[in-house]
């Protein structure tokens, strides 16, 4: 067990529907990254918040949006699903204090867009 | 940018066998490499990980060696058990803190240990 928290842990959901995943990092990690890994792309980084703030920005589309809230937990909202947004979303975490700090997987959410 | 390159799976050993996976990468700078794991059904677990060159990360009777020369980080263990079947993820993340942390990963290399 990690210690990073993701729910729900399978979506099904339908076209052009919106939804939100949520994680939980590891009990003082400030950092918290969203990846997303499909068949065709393999695992591609999202975007990276670090004590509320956005930090980085990956391969994230304009319908993709997420947010840190003052507790630390994360968001990630899609919207506008299409059917080759059905993948497998991570969402990892970090201290963050040094240089280079481990990252922590969850166990995924699975979202499957009908 | 950064990438990583491993070797395409699948690979298939008889248990006890040696198992290597080969990793190269190209990055701006000197980057962090890491080893991930995944089990069917399951997140990614750290495996291993070197943070400067001639560095040695080991875990479970995994080693890898970050050479800065050939840019590789190749997987290795001398015995493998049927437990050790899952993908191999090979990935690296730059030193630039202000652009963030964010892993760059190889495309994953499924290894099935026979008995």
């Known amino acids: 067990d990690s210690g990073v928290t993701q729910t729900p842990k399978h979506l099904i959901t339908a076209t052009g529907q919106r939804v939100t995943l949520r994680c939980s990092p590891r009990?003082?990690?400030?950092?918290v990254y969203w990846y997303q890994q499909s068949l065709d792309q393999g695992l591609q980084f999202l975007i990276q918040y670090y004590n509320g703030e956005e930090r980085a920005k990956g391969n994230i589309l304009e319908r993709f949006s997420a947010q840190q809230f003052p507790d630390l937990h994360s968001e990630l909202n899609l919207s506008s699903l299409e059917l080759g947004d059905s993948a497998l979303y991570f969402c990892?975490?970090?201290?963050?204090?040094?240089?280079?700090?481990?990252?922590?997987f969850g166990p995924g959410t699975r979202l499957l867009v009908l | 940018g950064n990438s990583v390159t491993q070797m395409e799976g699948p690979v298939t050993l008889s248990e006890e066998a040696f198992l290597t996976i080969n990793c190269t990468y190209t990055a701006t700078g000197y980057p962090s490499l890491f080893w991930y794991v995944q089990y069917p059904g399951e997140g990614l677990q750290l495996l291993l990980k070197a943070t400067k060159a001639d560095d040695k990360g080991s875990n479970k009777g995994f080693e890898a060696t970050y050479r800065k020369e050939t840019t590789s980080f190749h997987l290795e263990k001398g015995s493998v058990q049927v437990s050790d079947s899952a993908v191999y993820f090979c990935?690296?993340?730059?030193?630039?803190?202000?652009?963030?942390?964010?892993?760059?990963f190889g495309g994953g290399t499924r290894v099935l240990v026979k008995p």
């Open positions: 990892a975490s970090s201290a963050d204090r040094g240089q280079q700090e481990t990252q922590y």
């Open positions: 009990s003082g990690d400030l950092s």
């Open positions: 990935a690296l993340s730059g030193k630039i803190k202000a652009a963030g942390n964010k892993l760059t």
